[in-house]
């Protein structure tokens, strides 16, 4: 079965005004919108991850705080929310397998084809497709609803993704999806 995985498109993210905002990253809105509507509507499993990390996080020691639990940061802007045919998986950790239910689902909805898109390429999206890749599933990555933090450690990513993923990996644009 085929899913769609919306890599931590929160606000902290998001916009200008988030604690880890990424210049542009707010361009990301439109395409995840259409693509977690696209989900819903046509009954493809959607499941959107979430950093939800406690006060005393130990990421803020590499990062500053964001994504507190609580905090208007911490959650998706309203345009990225799809209703009940969407999943939220809460983590604290950079990769979604942190949290077991990630794994759960993949068995439970019998995932073998994942297509994958957020914030930010190098980071969570990064441990996204890896960890989907080290599960067997095949992996499709929009490239028009992604985001580096760096565009250079983001296209080093990039190229990871299709040294490791091999024919299990491919690109598409959310245009080919609807």
Not at 135 to 149: E, N, Q, W
Not at 154 to 172: H, P
Request: glycine share 8%; with cysteine; net charge negative.
């Amino acid at each position: 079965m085929k899913a769609f995985f919306d890599i931590d498109t929160q606000i902290d993210f998001l916009f200008p005004a988030g604690a880890l905002y990424s210049p542009g990253a707010e361009r990301l809105i439109p395409p995840v919108a259409r693509l977690n509507k696209l989900a819903v509507r046509k009954n493809i499993p959607l499941i959107s991850t979430m950093c939800a990390h406690p006060e005393d996080a130990a990421e803020f020691k590499a990062w500053p705080p964001h994504c507190v639990v609580g905090t208007v940061g911490q959650q998706k802007p309203a345009a990225l929310l799809a209703g009940s045919g969407q999943t939220i998986l809460e983590k604290n950790d950079l990769d979604m397998f942190s949290n077991p239910r990630a794994a759960q689902l993949l068995g439970e909805l019998e995932i073998d084809e994942c297509y994958v898109y957020g914030a930010f390429t190098e980071y969570c999206v990064q441990c996204a497709v890896l960890g989907l890749l080290k599960a067997g599933r095949k992996v499709r990555l929009v490239l028009d609803a992604v985001a580096a933090v760096n565009t250079e450690a983001g296209d080093k990513a990039l190229r990871q993704f299709a040294k490791t993923g091999g024919s299990s990996y491919e690109v598409c644009q959310s245009s080919q999806l609807e």
